[in-house]
């Protein structure tokens, strides 16, 4: 079976310094990873995909996220804080069985970024 | 540019009364997904089409929920006789190629509400 853990629910850090959000996952197939990012009121916008190309993945608005196999994670990081990033933060996973990628979602991390 | 489109983004009704949501996908992407987000389950696949068919619904809750997708177009998401457990945010996802994994675009969501 196919999931998703994202290690911490609340993630606090001062505008300016850096952002790690944790995931480790778990799929029995060679998975396809993604951080969404979820504004209030708003829906899911994809920030990065993982899809078995280089292991570092760089993505929107400064974040870039590492596949670790032997880790089973794909942390989210980046450099230096906005105050924009302030949002809900879900790591998933599709197992890509069946031909399409139905997703399955981490639980979610919210960010507050302070000034 | 024309991303997708739900409506209504707010519905508030009385138990017992049947709803439709309706979601228009990016033109041109041929794979159309429903998730469910609530306080207590996080995000949760509901249905998947691929076109006008719907190889997986192993996602809805029960046989008040159904789903149908017409012209590999519009889809309408129907709950009947609505539950106050249905209150939640219905969002809907399409994608150009899920076979070679291609991202799922979300749009805003349906955020529903049972009194």
């Known amino acids: 079976a196919q999931s998703v853990t994202q290690l911490d629910s609340h993630v606090s850090v001062s505008e300016g310094t850096p952002v790690l959000l944790r995931c480790n996952y778990s799929?029995?197939?060679?998975?396809?990873l993604f951080w969404y990012v979820q504004h209030p009121n708003k829906g899911l916008q994809l920030l990065l995909k993982?899809?078995?190309?280089?292991?570092l993945v760089k993505g929107i608005n400064g974040f870039e996220a590492e596949f670790k196999k032997s880790e089973t994670s794909f942390h989210l990081t980046k450099p230096s804080a906005h105050m924009s990033d302030a949002a809900e933060y879900f790591c998933?996973?599709?197992?890509?069985?069946?031909?399409?990628?139905?997703?399955?979602f981490g639980a979610g991390t919210r960010l507050a970024v302070h000034p | 540019g024309a991303g997708v489109s739900q409506s209504p983004s707010n519905k508030v009704t009385e138990k017992g009364k049947d709803v439709e949501l309706r979601c228009d996908p990016i033109?041109?992407?041929?794979?159309l997904y429903w998730y469910r987000q609530s306080l207590g389950q996080g995000l949760e696949f509901l249905i998947y089409?691929?076109?006008?068919?719907?190889?997986?619904k192993s996602g809805l809750p029960s046989d008040r929920f159904s789903a149908e997708r017409t012209g590999g177009s519009v889809s309408t998401l129907t709950i009947q006789r609505t539950q106050q457990e249905d209150s939640a945010v219905y969002l809907c996802?399409?994608?150009?190629?899920?076979?070679?994994?291609?991202?799922?675009?979300f749009g805003d969501g349906t955020r529903l509400s049972i009194l």
């Open positions: 993982y899809t078995s190309a280089a292991t």
């Open positions: 996802a399409s994608s150009s190629d899920p076979a070679n994994n291609q991202p799922q675009h």
């Open positions: 799929s029995s197939y060679s998975p396809s």
């Open positions: 998933v996973v599709s197992p890509f069985s069946g031909g399409y990628n139905k997703l399955i």
């Open positions: 033109s041109g992407h041929t794979a």
């Open positions: 089409f691929q076109g006008n068919s719907a190889p997986d």
